[in-house]
C-alpha cells in the first residue's frame, strides 16, 4: 500500500515558479520499484498528464504542454518525487495529483495509476 502526501501548491505570477514534492509511504515493496507521475485537474476539465519518471529517475516522459518547463525529479533516499516549474502559466492553473504505480512501465494513462494524493492547487495569476 502507497500513500501520496503533495505539498508546495500556491499562488504565483505569471512566468514565475513553483517546485511541488509529493512524500511517499510504503508498506511492503519500496518506494524505488515505484513509478511515479504527476497529473493536474483544472476546474471544468478532466484529470490529464503532467509528467511521469521511471524507478530510478532515468527515463522521464512530458506532456507536450509542459515540456522545457517542468522538470520532474526524484530522491530515492528521501522517498519523494518533485516536479519543478518554471515559467508559469495561466493556463497552468489546477489541483496537481501526485500518482504511484508499480513496476516500471511508465504511461499517460490515467487509470493505470493505481495509488494517488489529494492534490495541491497551484494558481496562476496573469
Known amino acids: 500500500q502507497v500513500q501520496l502526501v503533495e505539498s508546495g501548491g500556491g499562488l504565483v505570477q505569471a512566468g514565475g515558479s513553483l517546485r511541488l514534492s509529493c512524500a511517499c509511504t510504503t508498506s511492503g515493496r519500496t518506494f524505488s520499484r515505484y513509478a511515479m507521475a504527476w497529473f493536474r485537474q483544472a476546474p471544468g476539465k478532466e484529470r490529464e498528464f503532467v509528467a511521469n519518471?521511471?524507478?530510478?529517475?532515468?527515463?522521464?516522459y512530458y506532456a507536450d504542454s509542459v515540456k522545457g518547463r517542468f522538470t520532474i525529479s526524484r530522491d530515492n533516499a528521501k522517498n519523494t518525487v518533485y516536479l519543478q516549474m518554471n515559467s508559469l502559466k495561466s493556463e497552468d492553473t489546477a489541483v496537481y495529483y501526485c500518482?504511484?504505480?508499480?513496476?516500471?512501465?511508465?504511461?499517460?494513462?490515467?487509470?493505470?495509476?493505481?495509488?494517488w494524493g489529494q492534490g495541491t492547487q497551484v494558481t496562476v495569476s496573469s
Open positions: 519518471i521511471s524507478w530510478s529517475g532515468s527515463s522521464t
Open positions: 500518482a504511484a504505480k508499480s513496476g516500471d512501465t511508465l504511461s499517460p494513462i490515467l487509470r493505470l495509476w493505481g495509488s
